[in-house]
C-alpha cells in the first residue's frame, strides 16, 4: 500500500528531496503528494514542482497570528486528502497546540541535534561550543514543546578535530537524508506505536529509542 505524505519545508528541502527519492527508489513505500512552504521562494518548492509534486504556499507573513496562520496551514493540508503523515522538513516555524493535537501521532520533525541536547537553532555552533565529541540528528514526534515531542530515533555522528559549522552540518545533514527516509518507513508500516510520550517499536518496550550510526 502506497501512503500519502505531505511535507513542510521552509527552504532548500533537501530532507524533502531525500524523502522522495527514497519513494522514487521504492525503499519508502510512500508518495510525496504535497509540499507546503511558509515561504513563497522556497528553493524547494522548484524541487517539487520540477517532479510533478502538487505544491502549496502559506505565507505567515499574511496572517497576523500564530493562530490565524496555523488555521491556513491545517485548511491546506485538509484539502488535499488526509495524508497519512505530514513531515517537517527544515519547517522553520513555531505550531501551536491546535496545530500539533489535529496531527496527533502523524506530525514528525526532524532535528539536527541529540535531542534533547541542543533544541532550538544554530545546534551545530551549540554542540562545538560545548566541546561535545558526537553530535546528530534526531526525528520526533511533535508535539507543543519546541523539539519536545517523544523521539522515534536518532543517527550519532561524530565530531572531528578541525571541524566547523560547515563541516559537522554536512556530516549531520548526510545522517539527516538516510535517518528521515528509514523511520518514516517504519511508521508507516506501524512498526512505531507511541504511547504518552513513551516510544515502542516493534511491540518492544525500549527506553532509548532507535540509534542509527553513521560516519
Ligand atoms: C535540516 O538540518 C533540518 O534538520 C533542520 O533544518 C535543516 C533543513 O534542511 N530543521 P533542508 O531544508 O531539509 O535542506
Same mark, same amino acid.
Given at each position: 500500500m502506497t501512503h500519502e505524505i505531505t511535507v513542510l519545508i521552509s527552504g532548500r528541502g533537501s530532507n524533502m528531496q531525500a524523502i522522495h527519492q527514497a519513494c522514487d527508489n521504492a525503499t519508502l513505500q510512500a508518495k510525496v503528494t504535497h509540499?507546503? +512552504?511558509?515561504? *513563497?521562494n522556497a528553493a524547494g518548492l522548484d524541487y517539487a514542482r520540477q517532479h510533478g509534486i502538487n505544491t502549496s504556499v502559506v505565507n505567515h507573513k499574511e496572517y +497576523? +497570528?500564530?493562530?490565524l496562520f496555523d488555521q491556513a496551514l491545517i485548511k491546506t493540508i485538509d484539502r488535499a486528502g488526509p495524508a497519512k503523515l505530514v513531515l517537517l522538513a527544515g519547517f522553520m516555524r513555531r505550531l501551536t497546540a491546535e496545530f500539533t493535537q489535529r496531527y496527533h501521532q502523524r506530525l514528525i520533525n526532524i532535528h539536527p541535534s541529540?535531542?534533547?541536547?541542543?533544541?532550538?537553532?544554530?545546534?551545530?555552533?551549540? !554542540?562545538? !561550543? !560545548?566541546?561535545?565529541r558526537w553530535h546528530g540528528c534526531t526525528v520526533h514526534y511533535v508535539n507543543e514543546a519546541l523539539d519536545g515531542g517523544p523521539v522515534i530515533a536518532r543517527a550519532i555522528v561524530p565530531i572531528k578535530n578541525g571541524d566547523n559549522v560547515d563541516s559537522l552540518s554536512a556530516r549531520v545533514l548526510a545522517a539527516e537524508h538516510k535517518l528521515? *527516509?528509514?523511520?518514516?518507513?517504519?511508521?508507516?508500516q506501524d512498526s512505531v506505536a507511541c504511547q504518552d510520550s513513551h516510544v515502542k517499536i516493534n511491540d518492544t518496550a525500549i527506553r532509548n529509542p532507535l540509534l542509527y550510526y553513521y560516519q
Open positions: 509540499v507546503i +512552504s511558509n515561504v *513563497p +497576523s +497570528s500564530r493562530e541529540l535531542l534533547p541536547r541542543h533544541p532550538g537553532l544554530n545546534t551545530h555552533a551549540q !554542540a562545538i !561550543a !560545548a566541546s561535545d528521515y *527516509p528509514a523511520v518514516v518507513q517504519l511508521c508507516l
